[in-house]
């Protein structure tokens, strides 16, 4: 399998990348698919084929389709590339959502007990939080990095003008910088090709290899 470099970092990784937004029963709504043996074989023939790339996130299947993924690796987690998200709510409860500090930190625990992993490839920002101040979760994502949590961090559906901001604040304070993006790209939907994309060549910033779910 042909691989590529993942942004400017000097991870290698397919140009494929198995999405996993349909393992489980996505709330029991019907959608998706509820056996995590099958699920599992899916993964296993995934990485059999070569492909070395996984992402899920924490609000797909409320949590269940991390749990899948991390069954699936077992034995073979340190040949993967995983990558998970957060932002969405897990629940309920009030401060269960967004990109504050104290949630941030609270999602990447409970990632790494659902996928049973002791580290996070990439993490992405899976939405915008306009009611965090941008500084506050840039922060938290760099001390996430710094205690071996979380190797490198990415956005996923950000606008240009947001991702730049971001760039800049983190150049200024010293922090790691987004290293990649994950954005919806299809023949229905191209306005990547006029907000995103003229920005990422003076960024220095590169797209997400193409994704599967």
């Known amino acids: 399998m042909e691989m590529r470099q993942l942004g400017r970092t000097g991870v290698s990784v397919s140009p494929l990348c198995l999405g996993a937004m349909m393992f489980g029963s996505v709330g029991g709504s019907g959608v998706g698919n509820a056996d995590h043996a099958e699920c599992i074989e899916i ?11 996984v992402d899920t996130a924490d ?12 069954k699936a690796l077992a034995g073979r987690r340190d040949d993967v590339v995983l990558s998970t998200k957060a932002h969405f709510p897990m629940g309920d409860a009030p401060g269960r959502s967004g990109n504050s500090r104290r949630w941030l930190v609270r999602a990447v625990e409970d990632s790494l007990r659902r996928l ?22 840039l922060r938290a994502l760099d001390d996430l990095q710094r205690q071996g949590l979380v190797r490198y961090v990415g956005v996923s559906n950000w606008a240009a003008w947001r991702i730049a901001k971001a760039l800049g604040i983190s150049a200024a304070k010293g922090w790691d910088r987004f290293e990649t993006l994950q954005a919806y790209y299809s023949i229905a939907g191209r306005d990547l090709e006029r907000d995103v994309a003229p920005m990422t060549p003076i960024c220095a910033s590169h797209t997400m290899p193409s994704r599967s779910s």
């Open 43 to 53: 993964v296993h023939a995934a990485l059999d084929a070569g492909i070395n790339f």
């Open 59 to 70: 609000m797909y299947s409320a949590g269940e389709s991390e749990v899948i993924v991390g």
């Open 116 to 137: 049973g992993t002791d580290w996070i490839d990439v993490y992405f920002v899976h939405r915008p939080d306009d009611t965090t101040a941008i500084e506050e979760t």
